[in-house]
């Protein structure tokens, strides 16, 4: 594939054609679970693989769970507390996302949107930098990467900034590299 642009776009429009799948929820994502823990979890946009699967879980184990919130590329994502039937408001890119004055979370899990992954844990994202700048704010947290199993490719090549996924969880396996 020639560049990430074109890797992007190849990647989106099989996405778009794929359907929407249910993603599964393995035993070792549940293990992981437990009460008082922040789950940052995301709302989808377009043919996004949705992680609600993944979030109810969280949520049935206690834990709580945040959202990201952007304003514009110069900021840092914020990850902002979300009781699951508040109302959302609209953000940029078509965003669903908390009012930007509710709780400030440090995410413990991080369920990430793709645009694409390869197996042995890197990605490719929207291109903004929004996940690889959290990632380097929130270190210890567990980077599970969330997708539909078109997103696959053969390998990225990362970034200096890259910083893998822990695992990938799509509607047919639980990657771990
Ligand atoms: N559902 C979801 N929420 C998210 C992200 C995401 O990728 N998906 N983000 C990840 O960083 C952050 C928002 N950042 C974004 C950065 C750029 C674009 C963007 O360029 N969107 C394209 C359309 C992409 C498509 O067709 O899939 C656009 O608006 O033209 C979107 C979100 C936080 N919330
Ligand atoms: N830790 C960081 N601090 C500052 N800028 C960063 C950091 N990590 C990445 N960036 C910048 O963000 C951009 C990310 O580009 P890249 O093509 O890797 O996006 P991506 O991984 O697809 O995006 P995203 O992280 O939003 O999913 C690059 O311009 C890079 O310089």
């Known amino acids: 594939m020639t560049d990430k642009r074109a890797l992007r776009a190849a990647l989106r429009a099989a996405r778009d054609g794929f359907g929407s799948h249910a ?16 789950v940052a979890s995301y709302v989808p946009v377009g043919s996004e693989a949705d992680p609600s699967p993944l979030a109810r879980a969280a949520v049935d184990a206690g834990c709580v769970i945040a959202l990201p919130h952007v304003v ?36 413990d899990i991080i369920l ?25 704010a929130h270190p210890r947290a567990w980077r599970i990467g969330v997708a539909l199993s078109v997103q696959q490719v053969p390998t990225l090549t990362p970034d200096p900034w890259d910083v893998p996924l822990h695992a990938i969880a799509t509607e047919q396996d639980w990657i771990v590299p």
């Open 112 to 136: 990430t949107p793709l645009v694409g992954f390869d197996l042995v844990g890197n990605r490719v994202g929207q291109g903004a930098g929004y996940y690889d700048r959290a990632f380097a």
């Open 72 to 107: 514009e590329p110069r900021l840092p994502m914020r990850f902002l507390r979300w009781d699951t039937e508040a109302a959302l408001a609209a953000g940029p890119y078509g965003l669903s996302q908390p009012a930007y004055d509710a709780a400030e979370l440090e995410p």
């Open 23 to 38: 993603i599964i929820v393995p035993d070792a994502f549940l293990a992981r679970l437990s009460a008082g823990l922040t």
